[in-house]
């Protein structure tokens, strides 16, 4: 079983990303999937979740309205895209899914 993340980086704040989390070894249709982030310092914290099928999502409340979370259950791919990036959304951005944790890909936000 093995998530891999992709697509962080460094970003000015009003800026976007699209980060992607592969899966493997698991039926990726039957599960809900999520993407957490850990700031330095702080705990870890859920960002966005979507059901198995895609029809139901959670947003954080400071990220509604910028993120975006959707799912390709033919390619075993969640996505979260970002929109209007602020500093304080600098953290680590891990996928989790079937109670497996990605390694995680670095967001940074910052002029």
């Known amino acids: 079983v093995q998530l891999v993340e992709s697509g962080g980086g460094l970003v000015q704040p009003g800026g976007s990303l699209r980060l992607s989390c592969e899966a493997s070894g698991f039926t990726f249709s039957s599960h809900f999937m999520s993407w957490y982030r850990q700031a330095p310092g702080k705990g870890r914290e859920l960002v966005a979740q979507?059901?198995?099928?895609?029809?139901?999502?959670y947003y954080l409340d400071s990220v509604k309205g910028r993120f975006t979370i959707s799912r390709d259950n033919a390619k075993n791919t969640v996505l979260l895209q970002m929109y209007d990036l602020k500093s304080e959304d600098t953290a680590v951005y891990y996928c989790k899914g079937a109670g497996v944790w990605g390694q995680g890909t670095q967001v940074t936000v910052s002029s």
């Open positions: 979507v059901s198995s099928g895609g029809g139901n999502t």
